[in-house]
C-alpha cells in the first residue's frame, strides 16, 4: 500500500505543479498549491505506516499551516482585486525589475 | 486491517484513481467554482485513502478542516469576487506554455519515480496498541511536539490578525 | 654570431683612421640634400604652381627661348603662358646636384686612400640595431672592400652626372624641388645598399631603393597610367623581395649569421652543392630577378619608362637594376658552392638576354627600345656571375651604367627637342615613337655623335667599353663550358657543359640582335629623313649645355672605359689596364677560383682569339645587317602606320606576356580576393558569425535575462519548478 500511496501522491503533486504554471487566475493557482499539499500530506501518511506516527502528527501541523496560509492568501488576493478589479496574473507586475 | 486482501487493494486503487482524475477534472476547469468542487472531491478520495492507511483520525480531520473550512472559504472568496462566471477560454493559458507544462510534468513525475524506488523497510508498524486512534495522535502531539503545537496556534493568531488587516477596507 | 669588428681588437685595418672613417657621410649627404628638398618641395606646395604642361607623354616640355615665339601664334596666350619657374628652384638646383657632387668626392678620396693589396673588409660599426636576446645581433654597419668602392663610384658618380642632366630637363616642372629630393633618397638608399655590412642593412637599401623607383616612376602621378606603372613596379619588386626574404631566414637559421663576414666563415663548413646553400641562392636569385628585371619578373621595367628620362637613366639602367648583380657577387662565396643555383642563374639570364632582344627588334618607342635593352644587358650581367666569373660581370654592369646612362640620356635630349617642337605646333603627335623622328643629326650632332658612340660600345665593337666586357663574359662562359664545377654537374637532366654552352650560343645570337637593333634605334632616329612634320622642324634643335655636358663626359667613359679591365690575352705592359680582375680579387677571387676547380680560367691562345673574332664579326655583321636592311626611307609617322602583322605583331606587343600574367595570374587572384577572402571571409565569417554573431548572442543572453525581471509571477513560478527539477535531476542522476 505504501508503494501505490506514494504514487498517487507523486501524481497528484505534479497535477498541482501543472495547475501552477498553467492557470492564470490567482484564485486557481493557490487550489492548486493546496492540491500541492495535499499530496505531501498523503505522502507523509503513507510513510508513517513504516515509520511510526510522527507521519501523521506532521500532517496536523500542515494542515494547520495550510489553513493559516489560505486566509492570508485569500486576504491579499481580495486587496489586489479591490486595487486592480481582476485576479488575473497576468496583467498584474508589480515586481517588475 | 492488517491484512490487506484483494477488495481492500482494489478499492484503494479505485479511490486513488479517482483522486487523480478529480484532480485533473479541478486543474482543466473553466469556472473557478467548479474547480473549487473538483478539488473538494479530490480531498475526500484523499481521506478514503488516510483511512485505509490506518490514519483515520487524520481522515476525519481532512474532512472536517480541509474539506469542510478551508475550500470553503476558497468558495466564500469567489464568490465575493464575483467571479464564478467566466467569458472566453477563461484563464487557461496558450498552447506553448501548455505543452511546456505538461512536459515540466513529466519530468518530474519521471524523477520522483525514480526518487521512489528506494528500498523501504518492509516492516509495518503497529499503529498503537490502544483501541483509541485519537489517542495514538494526540499522545506525541501534546508531550513531544508541544513547543510546536502551541507555536502553530500562534501562527493561526497571526494568521487570523493578518487576513482580517489585509482584507480591510480603508475606511 | 657578432660583428667581426668586435671581435678583431690586435689587427687594425689599413684604412681605420684614414678619411675612410667618414663614410658613414656618404648616404648622409644625399640624405640631407633629400631633406631639404623636402622641405622645399613642402613649402612649394603650398604656392600653387602652374599645372602639369603636358600630360600627353608624362614628359615635360620647357618652352626655350624668347616670349616672342609665344606671340607668333594665334592662339589663346593663357595657354601658352610661359609657365613661372619652380618654386625654390635655385636653391634646388645648387643643393641637389652638389651634395651627390660631394660624395663623389669623398668616394674618389677614399678610393685613392684604400692600398692596393688590401685583403679584408673595412667595417665600421656605428650602432646596435636589433639585439634579439642573446642570439641574434645585427648592427647597423658599413663595409668598405673593392667591391662596395666600385658601387659606390658608378653610383656617385654618374649619379652627380645625372643630376646635371636633370637640372635643364626638369627646368620648368612645377614638381622641380620634389624630384631632386626622390632623386637624392634615391642614391642615399641606393649606397646604403652598397655600403651595408650585412643582409638586413643592405635590404634596408634594397627595399628603399625600391621605393623610390615606385614614387619617381608615378612622378607625374596625375596621370593614372604613370600611378600604375609605379604601382606595378613596387608589386613586381615585392614578389622579389619575399625571396630575398626568404632566403634570409634560411641563412639566419642554418648559418648562424646575417653579416656577410660572418656568413661567409661560416659557409665555408657547408657541403657543395647542397640543397641548403642552392636553396639559399635560388631565393636571392628570385630576389634579383625582381629587382632587376629577369624572367619572369621583368614586366615592370617597361612600364617603368613612364618616369621622367633621368630616372630612367639612373635607376633602371646604372644603378637599382644592378642591385641584383651586386647582390650575388656580394654572396659570391654562397653561389660558388651551389653550381646548380650557379647554373640557373646564368641560364635565365642567357634566355632573358635573347628574349628580351627580339623584343627591343619591333618596338618603336624609344625609351621601350632601351628599357628591353636593359633588360637584355642585365641577363648579361647575370649570366657573368652566374657562371662564377664575378669580375667580367660588374665590369659589364660599370661599362653598361656608362653606355645605359648615355643613351637614356640621349634619348632625353630627344624626347626634350620632340616635346618642345610638338609644344609649338599643338601637335599631338607621340613625342617618343621613332616613327615620327628622322634625321635628327642635322639638328642635335653633338647628341647624334655620342649616342653613336654608345651605340658602338653596347654593340661590342672594338676599342670601345662595352667590347671588353661583353667578350669577358662571353670568354668566360666558353672556359668554363670545357672545365668547371657547373660543367661538372647535371642541370635538370642535361649535363653542365651542354647548359653553358647554350648559355654561350644564347648570349652570342643576343649580342647580334643587340647590335641590329640598336643600329634601328639610331637609324630610324637620327638618320633618313625627318618625319616629324614641316612646321615642327624649324623647333628642333640641340638641348642646353647643362644636358649635353654629361652626355659627353658619359661618351668619354663609353669609349675609353674599356681600358679599366683589359684582357691578359693581349699581354699588355703593366699599368697599361687598372686591371679590375686584380682589384676585386680579394672579395670575390676565392669564389670564382672554387668554380673553376682552382686553377685560373684557362683558354688555350687560339681559342681565345677565336672567340674574340666571332664575337667581333657578330657584331660588325649586326650593325651592317640593319644598315642594308632597315630603310629609315620606308617609314611613315606613326599616325599613319600601318599595324604591324603576323610574328611582327607579337614581337610588338612583347609576346603578350602581360596580358598572360593578367588572365593567368592576376584575374584569378583579383576574383579570388574578391569573392572569396572580402565577401565570403571578410564580410560572412568575420562580420556575420564573430561581429554581429556575438551581437546576437549577447542580445539573446540579454533577453532571457530581461524575462527573468518581468515581474509576472507565473514566470517566477517557472524558475522554480525548473530549479526543483535541476536538483531533482542531480539526485536522480546520481
Known amino acids: 500500500m505504501v508503494a501505490e500511496a506514494l504514487f498517487f501522491s507523486a501524481v497528484l503533486f505534479t497535477i498541482g505543479v501543472i495547475g501552477v504554471l498553467t492557470r492564470r487566475n490567482a484564485i486557481i493557482i493557490f487550489m492548486a498549491v493546496e ?45 489586489i482585486f479591490r486595487h486592480h478589479e481582476t485576479v488575473d496574473l497576468q496583467n498584474i507586475n508589480l515586481l517588475k525589475g | 486491517m492488517m491484512h490487506h486482501g484483494l477488495f481492500f487493494q482494489f478499492n484503494f486503487y479505485v479511490f486513488g484513481l479517482i483522486a487523480v482524475a478529480s484532480a485533473i477534472a479541478f486543474v482543466t476547469r473553466k469556472s473557478p467554482v467548479a474547480a473549487a468542487l473538483w478539488l473538494v472531491n479530490t480531498m475526500f478520495c484523499l ?56 512536459a515540466a510534468g513529466i519530468v518530474l513525475l519521471a524523477e520522483l519515480s525514480v526518487l521512489g524506488r528506494q528500498q523501504l523497510p518492509g516492516e509495518l508498524v503497529e499503529p498503537a496498541a490502544q483501541s483509541n486512534v485519537v489517542t495514538a495522535v494526540a499522545g506525541p502531539l501534546f508531550n513531544e511536539y508541544l513547543l510546536a503545537f502551541e507555536v502553530t496556534s500562534v501562527l493561526l493568531l497571526a494568521a487570523i490578525i493578518g487576513a482580517v488587516v489585509l482584507a480591510k477596507r480603508r475606511v | ?205 634594397w627595399e628603399g631603393v625600391g621605393l623610390c623607383s ?51 666563415a661560416a659557409a665555408a663548413a657547408l657541403p657543395v652543392g647542397g640543397p641548403l646553400v642552392t636553396t639559399i641562392c635560388l631565393f636571392f636569385f628570385l630576389g634579383c630577378a625582381g629587382k632587376s628585371a629577369q624572367i619572369p619578373l621583368y614586366v615592370w621595367l617597361p612600364d617603368a619608362m613612364a618616369g621622367p628620362t633621368p630616372v630612367s637613366a639612373l635607376i633602371h639602367a646604372a644603378t637599382m637594376v644592378t642591385a641584383g648583380v651586386y647582390l650575388i657577387a656580394r654572396s659570391s662565396f654562397l653561389f660558388a658552392i651551389a653550381p646548380a643555383a650557379s647554373l640557373t642563374v646564368a641560364v635565365i639570364g642567357a634566355i632573358t638576354a635573347l628574349f628580351a632582344a627580339t623584343i627591343g627588334l619591333k618596338q618603336w618607342d624609344i625609351k621601350k627600345v632601351l628599357a628591353y635593352s636593359t633588360v637584355s644587358q642585365l641577363g648579361y650581367m647575370f649570366v657573368g656571375v652566374g657562371v662564377g666569373a664575378y669580375v667580367a660581370g660588374m665590369f659589364h654592369l660599370m661599362t653598361h651604367a656608362f653606355f645605359k646612362a648615355l ?90 657543359t651542354w647548359v653553358l654552352y647554350g648559355v654561350y650560343v644564347f648570349a652570342l645570337v ?99 682569339y677565336a672567340l674574340v673574332g666571332i664575337a667581333i664579326v657578330v657584331a660588325v655583321a649586326g650593325v651592317l645587317f640593319a644598315m642594308a636592311r632597315l630603310k629609315p626611307a620606308a617609314l611613315v609617322p606613326k599616325a599613319e602606320a600601318p599595324p604591324e602583322r603576323g610574328f611582327s605583331r607579337v614581337l610588338e606587343n612583347k609576346y603578350y606576356v602581360d596580358e598572360i600574367y593578367d588572365d593567368t595570374i592576376i584575374e584569378p587572384t583579383v576574383t579570388i580576393s574578391k569573392n572569396l577572402l572580402w565577401k565570403g571571409i571578410d564580410a560572412g565569417l568575420v562580420d556575420g558569425l564573430f561581429v554581429n554573431g556575438s551581437a546576437w548572442l549577447a542580445r539573446g543572453f540579454a533577453a532571457i535575462g530581461s524575462w527573468l525581471q518581468s515581474g509576472q509571477v507565473g514566470t517566477y513560478a517557472w524558475a522554480i519548478v525548473v530549479g526543483v527539477l535541476a536538483v531533482l535531476g542531480a539526485f536522480t542522476l546520481r
Open chain 1, 35 to 79: 492540491l500541492m499539499l495535499n499530496a505531501v500530506n498523503l505522502s507523509f501518511v503513507a510513510l508513517s505506516r513504516l515509520y511510526g506516527v510522527t507521519g501523521q502528527v506532521f500532517v496536523i501541523f500542515v494542515m494547520a499551516v495550510a489553513a493559516a496560509e489560505a486566509a492570508v492568501g485569500l486576504a491579499i488576493i481580495i486587496s
Open chain 2, 47 to 102: 481521506a478514503v485513502l488516510y483511512v485505509m492507511l490506518d490514519a483515520q483520525f487524520i481522515g476525519a480531520v481532512q474532512v472536517l478542516l480541509y474539506a469542510g473550512a478551508i475550500m470553503v472559504v476558497f468558495l466564500f472568496v469567489v464568490m465575493l469576487l464575483n467571479l464564478g462566471h467566466v467569458p472566453g477560454s477563461g484563464d487557461i493559458r496558450r498552447l506553448w506554455p501548455r505543452l511546456l507544462a505538461g
Open chain 3, 510 to 608: 643576343g649580342a647580334l640582335l643587340t647590335a641590329i637593333y640598336m643600329t634601328r634605334l639610331m637609324l630610324y632616329t637620327f638618320h633618313g629623313p625627318n618625319r616629324t612634320g614641316e612646321r615642327e622642324r624649324e623647333y628642333l634643335h640641340e638641348a642646353p649645355w647643362s644636358m649635353t655636358m654629361p652626355v659627353i663626359v658619359l661618351g668619354v667613359l663609353s669609349a675609353i672605359g674599356g681600358v679599366i679591365n683589359l684582357p691578359a690575352f693581349l699581354h699588355l705592359p703593366e699599368g697599361w689596364t687598372f686591371g679590375l680582375e686584380h682589384w676585386l680579387d680579394p672579395v670575390v677571387g676565392e669564389a670564382a677560383l672554387h668554380v673553376t676547380h682552382g686553377a685560373p680560367a684557362e683558354l688555350s691562345h687560339s681559342t681565345e
Open chain 3, 1 to 205: 654570431m657578432l660583428l667581426l669588428q668586435a671581435a678583431s681588437p690586435a689587427l687594425s685595418h689599413p684604412l681605420a683612421g684614414t678619411i675612410a672613417e667618414y663614410v658613414w657621410l656618404l648616404p648622409i649627404l644625399p640624405l640631407l640634400g633629400f631633406v631639404i628638398n623636402g622641405f622645399l618641395s613642402l613649402a612649394a606646395s603650398y604656392r600653387p604652381g602652374p599645372p602639369d604642361p603636358d600630360m600627353g607623354h608624362g614628359e615635360p616640355h620647357a618652352p626655350s627661348g624668347a616670349q616672342g615665339v609665344h606671340g607668333a601664334h594665334g592662339e589663346n596666350e593663357d595657354v601658352h603662358a610661359a609657365p613661372r619657374r619652380p618654386a625654390f628652384a635655385s636653391i634646388v638646383a645648387i643643393i641637389g646636384p652638389l651634395v651627390l657632387a660631394l660624395s663623389f668626392v669623398l668616394a674618389v678620396a677614399i678610393f685613392f686612400a684604400m692600398p692596393g693589396d688590401m685583403t679584408a673588409p673595412f667595417v665600421k660599426r656605428f650602432f646596435s640595431w636589433m639585439p634579439v636576446g642573446t642570439d641574434l645581433q645585427i648592427d647597423w654597419a658599413f663595409q668598405l672592400d673593392q667591391l662596395s668602392m666600385v658601387m659606390v663610384l658608378i653610383i656617385t658618380g654618374v649619379g652627380t652626372l645625372i643630376h646635371i642632366f636633370s637640372l635643364g630637363y626638369m627646368r620648368d616642372d612645377p614638381g622641380f624641388a620634389r624630384f631632386f629630393a626622390y632623386l637624392n633618397l634615391f642614391v642615399a638608399f641606393m649606397l646604403v645598399l652598397v655600403l651595408g655590412a650585412s643582409y638586413p642593412v643592405l635590404f634596408v637599401g
Open chain 3, 407 to 496: 643613351l637614356f640620356l640621349g634619348a632625353g635630349s630627344v624626347i626634350f627637342a620632340m616635346h618642345e617642337a610638338l609644344h609649338h605646333t599643338h601637335s599631338d603627335q607621340d613625342a617618343q615613337d621613332m616613327r615620327n623622328m628622322g634625321g635628327f643629326r642635322k639638328y642635335m650632332p653633338w647628341t647624334f655623335a655620342m649616342m653613336w658612340i654608345a651605340t658602338l660600345a653596347i654593340s661590342g665593337i672594338p676599342i670601345f667599353a662595352g667590347f671588353f666586357s661583353k667578350d669577358e663574359i662571353l670568354g668566360a662562359v666558353f672556359a668554363r663550358a670545357q672545365d668547371s664545377t657547373l660543367a661538372d654537374i647535371t642541370w635538370l637532366g642535361i649535363p653542365g
Open chain 3, 214 to 264: 615606385y614614387l619617381l616612376i608615378g612622378f607625374w602621378y596625375e596621370d593614372k597610367a604613370n600611378a600604375d606603372a609605379g604601382l606595378k613596379a613596387f608589386i613586381v619588386n615585392r614578389i622579389g623581395d619575399f625571396g630575398f626574404l626568404m632566403a634570409m631566414f634560411l641563412v639566419w637559421t642554418n648559418l648562424g649569421a646575417l653579416d656577410f663576414v660572418g656568413v661567409k
